[in-house]
């Protein structure tokens, strides 16, 4: 079975610039987050879609940052303009449905770097 | 609000010895407790969970955690390091909306 797959693995663009990272959760699962680790700190909660809806965006920093799962499958997460403070690594996860303590599978990352 | 705490930025530990990487929360209601390990240039992988039941919960890699309500704390725990367990150590509890709090993670060394 495919784990979670984030692209690109690295981006680096420069300030005021626009990028875009996606996830490809497991198949099947309805649960499907987004997290952000920055300057070496906590993992923190970004959002939260169950199936194509937005369950929950109360981490989500700013209205720069964008978050779609269109069909409910793959999601990306857009950030425009991008700031010096947004750069740190995107990890998104995923979980079934059902079972509502089951542990959530992450993706490598995606590591943003804004200069 | 729910948090987690790591007090330890790093950990050392001399291979065959046994380790503990300490973890303590604060929630309102149940603890739903994780602990997860990110290997250099990889993602975060499960490692073992506290739901309910046995306060002795066993994970991958011969990882164990002990949960302490009485002391709000889930250690991770092993008997004998392997210098492969060199990584760093996420604690984290659930939310009853089913995010992920984090604690600020743990950097194991382990050395020959």
């Known amino acids: 079975e495919a784990g979670v797959t984030q692209f690109p693995s690295h981006s680096v663009i420069e300030k005021g610039q626009t990028v875009t990272l996606r996830c490809d959760p497991i198949?099947?699962?309805?649960?499907l987050y987004w997290y952000r680790r920055v300057m070496g700190k906590e993992i923190k909660f970004l959002l939260h879609f169950v199936k194509e809806s937005k369950q929950d965006e109360s981490g989500m920093p700013n209205n720069r940052f964008l978050a779609e799962r269109t069909g409910g499958t793959y999601s990306t997460l857009k950030v425009q303009p991008a700031e010096l403070e947004d750069s740190g690594v995107y990890f998104c996860?995923?979980?079934?449905?059902?079972?509502?303590?089951?542990?959530?599978?992450f993706g490598p990352g995606t590591r943003l770097t804004v200069l | 609000a729910q948090s987690v705490a790591q007090p330890e930025d790093q950990v050392n530990v001399a291979e065959g010895n046994p380790l503990t990487v300490k973890c303590t929360y604060s929630?309102?209601?149940?603890?739903?407790l994780f602990w997860y390990v990110q290997y250099p240039n990889r993602g975060l992988q499960f490692l073992l969970k506290y739901i309910t039941g046995d306060n002795l919960v066993k994970g991958s890699y011969g990882f164990e955690a002990e949960f302490n309500k009485s002391q709000t704390s889930f250690h991770l725990k092993k008997p004998s390091a392997l210098v492969s367990d060199s990584a760093l150590y996420f604690c984290a509890v659930r939310d009853a909306g089913g995010k992920l709090i984090f604690g600020q993670g743990t950097e194991l060394s382990v050395k020959p």
């Open positions: 198949s099947g699962h309805d649960n």
């Open positions: 929630v309102s209601g149940n603890p739903y």
């Open positions: 996860a995923s979980s079934p449905y059902r079972g509502a303590y089951n542990e959530q599978f």
